[in-house]
């Protein structure tokens, strides 16, 4: 199944009884097998994977691993970016004094690479419209790529500064394609869903 997760859901339940709703906790509803097969921020909009069988989900799973389902997100950052396109290498790690943000770190961190391509460069507010594809897939990635390329993402709370997080009224964050093979023909997929902004 494909959906599309809103902006401000949660992709798991939480412990707290306040964090309870969410989009698996709504799919089980209707499809008590259903298990996400990756997830996304709580701000994050846009399209999901989800698994409707043990078989699926295994298959999905090794998909993940073997890095051959493709994503792609769209993102407005602060400024603008001065090269068209760009690959951004930044390792991230763990930091128990900064949790729940992490840091970009050459000695600790897990190699993390991210692709980018430049769509639109505006200018109220001076923004740019990026289209991002992560090769890797470590948590808060692309929110701390962006931070560490000086343009973070408008709307997000954890790696901008005051003036970018007011400058939106969410994480203007889009997961916008996802690329994989069908668990039982092979077939390979290519999914969309536009993004809203």
Do not use: W
């Not at 998909?63 to 970016?81: C, E, N």
């Not at 840091?103 to 690479?113: D, H, R």
């Not at 991002?132 to 000086?150: A, D, K, V």
Request: proline share 6%; aromatic share 8%.
């Amino acid at each position: 199944m494909l959906i599309n997760k809103p902006s401000g859901l949660l992709s798991l339940s939480g412990k707290n009884p306040l964090n309870k709703d969410s989009v698996h906790f709504r799919l089980v509803q209707d499809f008590p097998t259903a298990n996400l097969v990756h997830r996304l921020d709580l701000g994050t909009s846009g399209i999901m994977l989800i698994a409707l069988s043990k078989l699926a989900n295994a298959n999905f799973t090794k998909q993940f691993q073997m890095r051959s389902v493709f994503k792609t997100y769209v993102s407005i950052v602060a400024g603008h970016v001065a090269d068209d396109y760009g690959q951004i290498n930044m390792p991230i790690a763990k930091d128990p004094l900064l949790f729940p943000r992490l840091k970009t770190c050459s000695v600790n961190g897990k190699p993390a690479q991210t692709d980018y391509e430049v769509l639109e460069r505006i200018q109220r507010p001076l923004s740019s419209r990026i289209r991002y594809q992560p090769q890797t897939g470590r948590t808060h990635q692309l929110r701390i790529h962006s931070q560490h390329m000086g343009h973070p993402i408008l709307g997000c709370d954890l790696y901008g500064t005051k003036q970018s997080y007011e400058a939106a009224s969410r994480l203007m964050l889009h997961a916008e394609t996802l690329e994989f093979d069908h668990p039982v023909s092979g077939e390979r997929l290519l999914s969309e869903c536009r993004s809203p902004f």
